[in-house]
């Protein structure tokens, strides 16, 4: 029976954070530090131990690149003493045979406990939840969502700052592709945290996730297009990648790349207590120099997944539970407004729903005025016209 001062996950799917209130989340926090304290990470003690043989499996869907989420998941399960199977690219699994998505996820769901799917399509992570009868957990689906980066995000900010409200936190790069700002900013909003926005005009965050912010907190995130504007004022800086392989045609990609590097002058003018984020992998965006700065924090951000992902596998699978009752701040998300879609339904071509044809079309609405029409897989605008993607790599 579940106590008062507790939450449960037990059996449920996390696709976005929209999926947890602000108290699961804090919670997670919190079974993330027990777990992180198991492993000895960030302790100069021993650790404690682990918890010994799990008979539960986890699955791994990878139908793209990932060498931190796909790894950190597979060390939590086993730290947890559980086991692992899966794919780690598209080409060793049945879609290169044309096998739907839904029809992968039922078999693997059939041989796992608890699956963890990333793939190039938006919407594709909640097609897995749809048809799979084990908890699923998104581990990044096109541009949309990387619900567990956000959690490992908000894990550094939660160890090093020891709070989740009150910060201001720069999200800078392509806030256009980045799936892992298009999670971390409302998030970081409904926690009772203000977000900037520093990106070339090119790369701007999406209208959809704007109004994510507002929704949260009722104030638009500054926008500004050079670091040195704002970077006095942070709390914690997020650099991103140039999502390259989200861009519509290599000219497009090629216009951008390279706009933005931080670099030890620009550093200079930040706080002493500022912390370097980035959910890497990095390429140019921050200069090398800068690792050797004691606000550089990636690669601490980057141990912490672990003790995330161990915390939330344990709670989906019914293992543990979450502490609640502390930090009761931050806000949930409202329930949205469903409509039928379109006549031509999506017209994102990396939607999910142009691979998987037995799904249907459908809209929802993001508060605003007027509010603003987005697919429900995808979250692209419905008024948006989605130029035709050249095949490039
Ligand atoms: C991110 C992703 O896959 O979205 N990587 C990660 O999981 N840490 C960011 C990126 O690829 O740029």
Redesign the pocket.
């Known amino acids: 029976m579940q106590r008062k001062d507790e939450l449960s996950l037990t059996g449920r799917s996390v696709t976005s954070l929209e999926d947890l209130s602000a108290s699961e989340i804090v919670g997670l926090m919190h079974l993330a530090d027990d777990m992180a304290k198991a492993i000895g990470l960030g302790t100069d003690h021993e650790p404690e131990g682990s918890p010994g043989f799990l008979d539960r499996i986890l699955g791994l869907l990878f139908f793209e690149p990932?060498t931190?989420?796909r790894l950190s998941f597979e060390a939590a399960m086993l730290r947890l003493g559980g086991s692992c199977i899966g794919f780690a690219e598209a080409a060793s699994s049945s879609a290169a045979k044309g096998e739907s998505i839904a029809d992968t996820a039922r078999i693997v769901a059939s041989y796992a406990d608890v699956l963890v799917v990333r793939h190039p399509l938006a919407g594709a992570a909640r097609v897995v939840a749809e048809a799979a009868d084990v908890p699923v957990i998104n581990a990044?689906d096109g541009t949309r969502a990387?619900p567990t980066?956000a959690l490992t995000d908000l894990f550094l900010l939660w160890r090093r700052k020891e709070r989740l409200d009150g910060l201001t936190v720069g999200l800078c790069g392509d806030l256009k592709y980045?799936?892992?700002v298009h999670c971390l900013a409302p998030v970081l909003a409904r926690l009772g945290s203000r977000v900037m926005c520093i990106s070339p005009p090119a790369l701007r965050m999406p209208e959809v996730t704007l109004r994510k912010v507002v929704e949260a907190c009722g104030e638009r995130p500054r926008e500004v297009e050079h670091l040195a504007e704002v970077i006095g004022e942070l709390d914690a800086l997020y650099v991103?990648?140039v999502?390259r392989e989200r861009f519509a045609s290599l000219a497009e990609f090629e216009r951008v790349a390279g706009s933005y590097v931080l670099t030890p002058e620009l550093l200079s003018a930040a706080p002493q207590g500022m912390l370097v984020m980035h959910?890497?992998?990095r390429v140019d965006e921050i200069a090398r120099e800068v690792d050797a700065d004691p606000r550089a924090a990636y690669f601490e951000q980057?141990a912490g997944g672990v003790p995330v992902r161990m915390a939330l596998i344990a709670a989906v699978l019914g293992l543990q539970k979450l502490p609640a009752g502390r930090d009761l701040r931050g806000r949930d998300v409202p329930q949205r407004v469903r409509r039928p879609a379109d006549a031509g339904g999506c017209p994102n071509p990396r939607c999910v729903l142009a691979h998987e044809p037995a799904l249907v079309s459908e809209a929802i609405e993001i508060a605003g005025d007027p509010p603003l029409l987005v697919c429900s897989y995808c979250e692209q605008p419905f008024t948006q016209t989605v130029l035709a993607m050249e095949t490039w790599t």
């Open positions: 990932s931190r989420t990044g990387h980066q980045g799936r892992t991103t990648r999502q959910p890497l992998p980057a």
